[in-house]
């Protein structure tokens, strides 16, 4: 049994020894076939899409004064404007750098360059925003669905502690 144990730990030391790191260049590669920096820009304009509709409607309240609509509109903006300028590709690709480095050997780089520069990794990743945007909308009634009924539920739980609980007289 010592033998097996002493075998299987010079195995695993021997395998541990030979994965490699990859290399910056290897990354590098990898990075730019997966066009990750067109994925990361795709998400940064979702996020500015998304608080542009949210100032939009929210500016649209009518409690709102117009002066008050216009002053959230440009805080929506300026913040929009904060985001895009913190989440650039300059800043993230460092991130992308070292994640990946702490994660992957070289040998799975390797494989994976492989993979994304054939014709069928090429295809995954042109048609991958296609299929996430098909599942998204195939997902949404059901996750407005849960989100409705969740929130019915938080509704009736505050209502419920508040029946059991009541909040002390003021006075």
């Keep these: 049994m010592k033998k097996f ?22 990354l590098e590669r990898l990075i730019a076939l997966t066009q990750q920096e ?5 998400i940064v ?13 929210l500016s ?29 590709w300059a800043w993230i690709k460092p991130i992308y750098i070292k994640v990946y480095t702490e994660t992957f050997t070289q040998e799975e780089v390797d494989g994976m360059i492989a993979f994304y520069g054939s014709p069928a990794g090429q295809a995954t990743i042109n048609k991958m925003p296609s299929v996430m945007q098909k599942a998204m909308s195939i997902m949404q009634p059901q996750m407005i669905a849960m989100a409705q ?7 009736q739980y505050a209502a419920d502690l508040a029946a059991h609980h009541p909040a002390p007289k003021q006075g």
Excluded at 5 to 26: E, K, W, Y
């Design 5 to 26: 144990l002493s075998a299987a730990l010079f195995i695993a030391l021997v395998a541990g020894a030979h994965a490699a790191p990859p290399s910056n260049d290897s």
């Design 38 to 42: 067109r994925m990361v820009n795709s």
């Design 45 to 57: 304009a979702q996020i500015d899409n998304m608080l542009h509709n949210l100032g939009a409607q």
């Design 60 to 88: 649209q309240a009518d409690h709102l004064s117009p002066q008050d609509q216009q002053a959230l509109v440009k805080k929506m903006q300026e913040s929009s404007a904060a985001i895009r300028a913190q989440l650039t």
């Design 149 to 155: 009924k969740a929130q019915g539920e938080m509704q």
